[in-house]
Structure formats: structure tokens, C-alpha cells
């Protein structure tokens, strides 16, 4: 009987291959078998009959391999068993020919313009060749572009390449998330040329012809630095003169003392503070010029946790997500990546439990997974095990162990600094620094006590400050190590050209308008998962309504009634509502940024929109605001006869609710401009008191400030002066005082009109104080 079907086994089940359309094996809903597995492509390749039989056609970027040939097309004769994806962690099918009627015949397929081929394939590096048929060439994400880039990183239509009448190439992106580039720089149209390195997400092509070379950063990179010094004042360095040179899936501990410039050392070697002399190589390409393009293949772990603790871990996570994704890419495609990510950290039993419940070692393996969600090939922390006991510290070792080795096929190169010594035998280079950034040691863990000549790590610290740091760094200059770890690695980098200087800011990956509606959900997710503080916003209002009611007499803001009687309830109650509203404003706000400023800080390297925070902060904490403020004001005033004659609405309880809800908004800006200045959440309440004292004496409610000299030119700057001028006009409190009336207090439209005016000036201009101190806060990019 003649050989006509196919079956394609998989973990016990069997799929008779249709005839008559392509087959695609892959992972997602878009694939015939669907593989859920992180080396398997979207489409990792496709089975269809031809005139020539049965035949199986690799389109992934990880590769299908036949043992341990990587295949390109394969005709199947016989059964076979391919491995999807490189590593011994990779899934594998089995295709089965079957003995059957002979099929009927296939319908030709249409013309590919690029039919991928894999010409080579070394560690860390999927190279594929397109070749060129077609005059334009579409890359992206989805299956159906003429270059797929399987990649979250990539966008659904990333670019496209077209051949100009005078034969030339242009690349124009097509509004892609995170750009596109040609030689380390963005750009949205340029010719391009032989020379020219185009990069798409964690993929570089490059035409070479008639083909387009395609080749993907899959981890295994190269990593290097050469002469770094940094240099603060006139003569003080930080860093002096700091090279080595790492290999792919490396694992690098940097230790010293305090003041050896270790953090220096990391954000020279990350990119966010450049060194002022000196070049960092990413696999060969200066780290420094194209760090709009590589800063996504770099992850940052800092010392202070940079997830929120009130979520949980895959909240959390979700969240992140959504920030670094382009806008294009699907839901269920960044929830796949989340899942693999935690079952990479091994945080699957506590995926759905709130970071502030994990341990030590749990919470910075959170912070790992974050930085992991776009696959970084570069992985540095600073202090990963500072404050953990021994045995939370060895295993946090053992997780960067595995992270760098990858036994998924998914490794990368780690960077740890760290002042615990206890397991740096897990790690396959050690790195030395003495006080003044000097390099004092440079090679295996296990020759460097051998090279200080002590017998343990404490007397090599002991060693580092007894003697002086130019002089470890001659003496190393001068060693074998120096010539074997050192000199003879980095001898044969290239030179790298100099590189104009100038201020950067990450690029966003999304529009201002998605990242406010992230941070808007997720900052409501955090007053609602911190049931402290949520119960602490509702409880204010009431309880300060119920201070408001203790004000003595029967007049309330009625002034003829408090004239008849001859009480002052209407100036004491007024003073109140104001007061109470400034403190629920500055209260709610004056530790917002400065307790997640690490979480603005990484979130703004990777292109989180500075205006998008902002506006997320001034949204969510106005409309709390403002919902205390009406809920204090209506409890407040509720049994008191209202103002007697309204100036603009026809009703005085509105407009006095409106004064307190102007004061409570802008107080509550000025904490944000307090939160965004400090740098230490403990020094915002002697502030708070401050703000609300300043508040109380140049209000006008107290005494009089109208006349003072200088006096009263401050109380222009106070919210709480113009505040108090909106309630006194409704309420017409001039009648009421003894002494001379208040210019600002009459009671006209005019008056009310002029207060509202200028506390919208001052709103402006406070927002415009707390961007600029925001501002301060960016990565130092030169």
C-alpha cells in the first residue's frame, strides 16, 4: 500500500497531518498543535505534501534540530523525531508516515519573498537567511510578515524594507512600540547599506544582496569593559582605570569595601550613568552608542525591591508587563510570558500571594522575574543577598547559578555585586575592587586567596584597607592573572570611535494614554490591597467632620444670624473646613513618590513617560481627594443654616464645598512636590506639620494678614489664603470682622472668580515643580 498520510505524535497524543494546506506546529492559538513551551515559536515550522513527498520546514528562530543538526527542510521519508528548539529542556515531536490512499494533489503555495534558511548556528545566536525576491520585505511578529521576529519585543508590523527606483534599501518603522534601529541608533526612515546593522528587538539583520541575514540575541553574549573612570569634582575618583572581559553565561561576583565604587561600577556598566572615560562592549558593540537599542537586552535588579508589596507577585508582574510590552502585543501573549518567567524563578507556589508576606529570597527573586519578562541577555543586581541569613543567601546564589548556565537553552550573562562572601565559589569570576575604584583582583574565585596570600576572605577585606588601592592595582598590573584574565582578552578589541555627548531618556514602548491607564489600575490596586490605608482614607473625613461639629453656636455659615447673635461660628467653621481639607490633601500625598522611588527610577530607565506618572498621581489622588473633601464638607455643614447669599451658583454649601475641595487637591500637590524632594519617608511629616501650620497662620481666619507688610505677599503662595478668600466671599464674613474688611472677602462674583484664578495658577505651577524635581530623579545620560 502506498505511503500517503502523516501523523505528528506528542506527549502521548497523535494528529493526522490534513492534506491540501500547510501544517503549523507552534505555540498559541494560531498553531495546528499547539506547544506551550518557551523555545517553541509562534510558528516553528510547518508540514505540508508537495511533489516530493511529505516535508517539514523549520521557521522558528530557536531552531528544529535532527539530533544535533540544526535543519532547515526535511523530507520524511521514515519516522523521525525532531527536537524544537535547542537545549536539553526542549520539546520534541514525532512525524509518523502511515500507509494510506495516495493524497490528492496540493494546491501550489503562493510565492514566499523571503524563505528563511539557516546557513549557521552558534551558542547564543539563531542566524537565518532570507532570501530576497520581492522589492519589499515586511518584518514583524505576526506570522504572516515576510520576516517574522518572534519576539514580544517586536511589534504585530515592526518595519518595512523597500528597494528604491535607484536600487537603494530604505528602512521605514511602522510606528513600532520600542523603534526601530540601524547602527544603535532610532530612527523612522533611513537607506541602508551593507555596512548598516539593523535592529528589531533582540534581532539584528543585515542585507548582504540578494539576502537579508537575520540573527537573534538569544543570551549567549560577550560582555566586556575597557578603562572605565568616572570622576567627580576636580581630582576625586570614584573609578580608576576598570577593564576585564566576560564570557557568555558567565557569572561575575564584584565585591570591596564600602567606598570602592562597586555601584559606580554598575551603573557605568549598565549604561545608566556612563563612565567619563572608557567604553562598555555588548558582544562586540559599544554599549554606550547604542543604548537606545540594547538597554531592552539588560536587566537591573537594584538594591531596594522595585514592585509594590501590597500586590501580588503575578499582579504585580502583570502589571510590569504591560510597561515593557509594546501596545500590540496580546494579553494572552505577555500572560504566557509572565507564567514562564515564574516558573523560571520557581515562584509558582507563591505566584498568587503579596510580595510583603515572601521571604528575603522570595522577594528578590520577584524582582529577578520582573527584569526577566523581556529576556535580558545582561542580568546585574546590587546586593541581592544584603540582609538575608546564610541559607537564603546560597540560594539566591544558586538561582543566578542558574540563570547564567540557562538549563533551559534560555542563558545569560550575570553580574551580582554583593559584600557576602559565604558562596562565591558558585560563581566563575571574581572581581576585586579597592577603596578609590581601583581593580585589586580579577579571575576564578579560587585563586584569589591564593593571590592575596591570606587564608580567608575576611583577612583579604582586612587587606584591602591596610593598603593602598593604586598600589593593589600596580601590584595586579603585574600579575599572571592580570596577563591571563585581563590583558590577553581584551587585546584584541577593536578600537571604538568617540561618541558625541549628550542627555538621553529612554524611549517609551507605549503611548502616554496606555501607560496612565496602567498606572491608574495599578495604583487603585494598591490603595485597595493596603487595607490600612484604605480604611485610613475613609475614616478621615468622618472623623474630622465630627471635630467641625464641635464648633460652638447656632449660626453656622449664615452671617446674619452670626451678627444677630454676635458669634464668630461662620469665621471658626470656615477656618475649619479649610484646615481639615488641607490635611486630608498633604496626608494622602506627602509619601507617594518617595516610597516607590526606586519603582519610578527603573520604570523611567526603560521608558516609563515621566508626564504619564505625574498625571496618574495627580488623577487618582484628586479624585480622592475631592471625594473627602465633599464627604467632610456635606457632614460638616448638615443641621447649620447655609450662606445666605451665593455669588456664583445659586447654592453657598457649593460653593464653600468647592473651597475646601481646592484646597484639599492643591495641598495634596504641594505633598507630592514634598514626596518628590525628600529622599526619606520619615522627613515628610515634620514638613506635613510645617506645611499645615503655614497653612493655618496666613489663611485670614485667624487674624487678620490683609495690610502686613510681607505678611500678606506670603499668604499670596498659600492655598489656603485664596481658599478661605473663596468660603469668605460666599458666606460674606467682612460684616463680621472687627477691624477692616478684607479686599479678597467681598462678597461679589468678582472676589470668588479672582480666588479660583489664582488657586489654578498656583496648581500649574506646582505641577511644574514636582515634574522638574521628577526630572531630577532620571538616569544621568552623557
Known amino acids: 500500500m502506498a505511503t500517503g498520510g502523516l501523523e505528528?505524535?506528542?506527549?502521548?497524543?497523535?494528529?493526522?497531518?490534513?492534506?491540501?494546506r500547510p501544517f503549523v506546529i507552534g505555540r498559541g492559538p494560531d498553531a495546528d498543535l499547539d506547544l506551550p513551551h518557551p523555545r517553541v515559536s509562534r510558528r516553528h515550522a510547518v508540514v505540508e505534501h508537495t511533489a516530493e513527498g511529505w516535508t517539514l520546514t523549520d521557521r522558528s528562530a530557536n531552531g528544529?534540530?535532527?539530533?544535533?543538526?540544526?535543519?532547515?527542510?526535511?523530507?520524511?521519508?521514515?519516522?523521525v523525531v525532531v527536537r524544537l528548539g535547542r537545549g536539553s529542556g526542549a520539546t520534541t515531536v514525532e512525524l509518523h508516515p502511515v500507509a494510506g490512499a495516495p493524497p490528492p494533489p496540493a494546491s501550489p503555495a503562493p510565492l514566499v519573498p523571503s524563505a528563511p534558511t539557516v546557513v549557521h548556528d552558534q551558542p547564543g545566536r539563531d542566524t537565518t537567511v532570507h532570501i530576497v525576491t520581492s522589492a519589499r520585505l515586511t518584518i514583524g511578529r505576526l506570522p504572516d510578515n515576510d520576516v517574522v521576529v518572534d519576539d514580544l519585543l517586536a511589534s504585530r508590523r515592526h518595519a518595512v524594507l523597500e528597494r528604491r527606483p535607484d536600487g537603494a534599501w530604505e528602512l521605514r518603522d511602522l510606528g513600532s512600540g520600542n523603534g526601530t534601529f540601524v547602527n544603535g541608533t532610532r530612527t523612522a526612515r533611513a537607506l541602508v547599506t551593507p555596512a548598516d546593522l539593523i535592529g528589531v528587538g533582540r534581532t539584528m539583520l543585515r542585507l548582504q544582496g540578494d539576502r537579508l541575514v537575520a540573527v537573534v540575541d538569544s543570551g549567549d553574549v560577550a560582555f566586556a569593559a575597557h578603562g572605565l573612570s568616572v570622576t567627580v569634582g576636580?581630582?576625586?575618583?570614584?573609578?580608576?582605570?576598570?577593564?576585564?572581559?566576560?564570557?557568555?553565561?558567565c557569572l561575575l561576583a564584584i565585591v570591596g569595601p564600602s567606598g570602592a565604587g562597586k555601584s559606580t561600577l554598575l551603573r557605568a556598566l549598565t549604561g545608566s550613568r556612563p563612565a567619563d572615560q572608557g567604553h562598555v562592549r555588548y558582544d562586540g558593540r559599544d554599549l554606550y552608542a547604542g543604548y537606545d537599542e540594547l538597554r531592552h537586552r539588560i536587566g537591573l535588579v537594584p538594591q531596594d525591591d522595585v514592585l509594590h508589596p501590597q500586590l501580588t507577585v503575578r499582579r504585580a508582574l502583570r502589571f510590569a508587563a504591560r510597561l515593557r510590552f509594546p501596545d500590540d502585543v496580546p494579553a494572552a501573549d505577555r500572560e504566557r510570558r509572565l507564567e514562564e518567567v515564574i516558573a523560571e524563578l520557581g515562584l509558582t507556589a507563591q505566584a498568587d500571594q503579596r510580595i510583603d508576606t515572601l521571604s528575603g529570597g522570595q522577594r528578590k527573586r520577584t524582582s529577578v522575574a520582573l527584569e526577566l519578562l523581556t529576556k535580558p541577555s545582561l542580568l546585574f543586581l546590587d546586593e541581592p543577598t544584603s540582609g538575608l541569613d546564610p541559607g537564603l543567601d546560597r540560594s539566591v546564589m544558586r538561582t543566578l547559578r542558574g540563570l547564567a548556565d540557562g538549563a533551559d537553552g534560555a542563558g545569560r550573562t550575570v553580574v551580582v555585586v554583593t559584600h557576602s562572601v559565604l558562596n562565591l565559589d558558585v560563581c566563575d569570576l571574581l572581581l576585586v575592587l579597592a577603596p578609590g575604584g581601583h581593580v585589586a583582583y580579577f579571575g576564578p574565585p579560587r585563586e584569589a586567596l591564593g593571590y592575596f596570600g591570606e587564608r580567608d576572605f575576611a583577612d583579604m577585606f582586612l587587606q584591602l584597607d591596610r593598603v593602598p588601592g593604586p598600589v593593589l592595582a600596580a601590584r595586579f598590573r603585574a600579575s599572571a592573572q592580570h596577563h591571563r584574565y585581563v590583558a590577553a582578552p581584551t587585546a584584541a578589541l577593536p578600537p571604538v570611535p568617540e561618541r558625541p555627548g549628550q542627555p538621553r531618556t529612554a524611549p517609551r514602548q507605549q503611548s502616554r494614554l496606555t501607560q496612565l491607564g496602567v498606572l491608574c489600575r495599578r495604583y487603585l490596586a494598591v490603595i485597595a490591597a493596603d487595607r490600612q490605608y484604605a480604611l485610613f482614607i475613609v475614616?478621615?473625613?468622618?472623623?474630622?467632620?465630627?471635630?467641625?461639629?464641635?464648633?460652638?453656636?447656632?449660626?453656622?455659615?449664615?452671617?446674619?444670624?452670626a451678627v444677630a447673635e454676635r458669634s464668630g461660628q461662620p469665621n471658626q467653621l470656615l477656618l475649619v473646613l479649610v484646615l481639615g481639607g488641607a490635611l486630608m490633601g498633604i496626608a494622602a500625598s506627602i509619601r507617594e513618590v518617595v516610597k516607590e522611588r526606586a519603582v519610578y527610577r527603573r520604570e523611567r530607565a526603560i521608558g516609563l513617560s515621566l508626564g504619564a506618572y505625574l498625571t496618574s498621581k495627580v488623577l487618582v489622588l484628586g479624585v480622592v481627594a475631592a471625594v473627602q473633601a465633599a464627604v467632610f464638607t456635606v457632614l460638616s455643614l448638615v443641621g447649620h443654616p447655609a450662606p445666605d447669599a451665593p455669588v456664583v451658583f445659586g447654592s453657598g454649601v457649593l460653593e464653600v464645598l468647592l473651597a475646601v475641595v481646592a484646597v484639599t487637591v492643591l495641598t495634596m500637590v504641594v505633598g507630592l512636590v514634598i514626596s518628590a524632594f525628600i529622599d526619606n519617608a520619615d522627613r515628610g511629616m515634620p514638613l506635613l506639620v510645617l506645611v499645615l501650620m503655614l497653612q493655618l497662620v496666613v489663611s485670614g481666619g485667624l487674624f487678620p494678614v490683609h495690610g502686613r507688610a510681607v505678611l500678606e505677599q506670603v499668604a499670596w503662595l498659600v492655598p489656603s489664603r485664596w481658599a478661605y478668600a473663596m468660603g469668605a466671599s460666599t458666606v460674606d464674613l467682612n460684616p463680621n470682622v472687627r477691624g477692616d474688611p478684607d479686599p479678597l472677602w467681598e462678597h461679589t462674583a468678582g472676589s470668588w472668580?479672582?480666588?479660583?484664578?489664582?488657586?489654578?495658577?498656583?496648581?500649574?505651577?506646582l505641577l511644574g515643580v514636582a515634574a522638574w524635581l521628577l526630572r531630577r530623579q532620571d538616569p544621568v545620560r552623557r
Open 64 to 79: 528544529t534540530y535532527l539530533g544535533e543538526d540544526r535543519i532547515t527542510v526535511l523530507r520524511l521519508e521514515r519516522p
Open 539 to 561: 475614616l478621615l473625613p468622618l472623623v474630622l467632620s465630627l471635630l467641625a461639629r464641635l464648633v460652638p453656636g447656632t449660626a453656622g455659615l449664615s452671617s446674619t444670624t
Open 8 to 20: 505528528v505524535r506528542h506527549a502521548g497524543g497523535v494528529v493526522r497531518v490534513p492534506v491540501g
Open 753 to 765: 472668580l479672582l480666588a479660583v484664578g489664582v488657586l489654578a495658577a498656583q496648581l500649574v505651577v
Open 234 to 249: 576636580q581630582d576625586k575618583k570614584l573609578l580608576d582605570d576598570v577593564s576585564f572581559s566576560l564570557p557568555g553565561r
